[in-house]
């Protein structure tokens, strides 16, 4: 059965940071590029940040230079470290593991960031 849980989510002030983790299990996790999605309050689902198996990174314009997305493959673990928050950052974050014609995702942990 695969499983990709979330944590670190909570609330934080506006300035601050998080760490949010995603640990997998019931896959191969390096042959799964791996990302985070947010889905702000009354908004649709967007990509945050990815990482592919080979360790390159993407990000949405809205994150560049104040998030960070890593993984540690021998942990099966995907992580978003997220700095200088903001509260447009308020979002349920996902978790989602992809190859060809297989995805997966998390059940979500949400993020709260006051002004």
């Known amino acids: 059965q695969v499983q990709l849980v979330e944590s670190g989510g909570g609330l934080v002030q506006a300035g601050g940071s998080l760490r949010l983790s995603c640990t997998t299990s019931?896959?191969?996790?390096?042959?799964?590029?791996m990302a985070w999605y947010r889905q702000p309050p009354g908004k649709q689902r967007e990509l945050v940040a990815a990482?592919?198996?080979?360790?390159?990174?993407n990000y949405a314009d809205s994150v560049k230079g104040r998030f960070t997305i890593s993984r540690d493959d021998a942990k099966n673990t995907v992580y978003l470290q997220m700095n200088n928050l903001k509260p447009e950052d308020t979002a349920v974050y996902y978790c989602?593991?992809?190859?060809?014609?297989?995805?997966?995702w998390g059940q979500g942990t949400q993020v709260i960031v006051s002004s």
């Open positions: 990482i592919n198996v080979g360790g390159s990174t």
């Open positions: 019931g896959i191969i996790f390096n042959n799964y590029a």
């Open positions: 989602n593991a992809a190859r060809p014609l297989r995805a997966y």
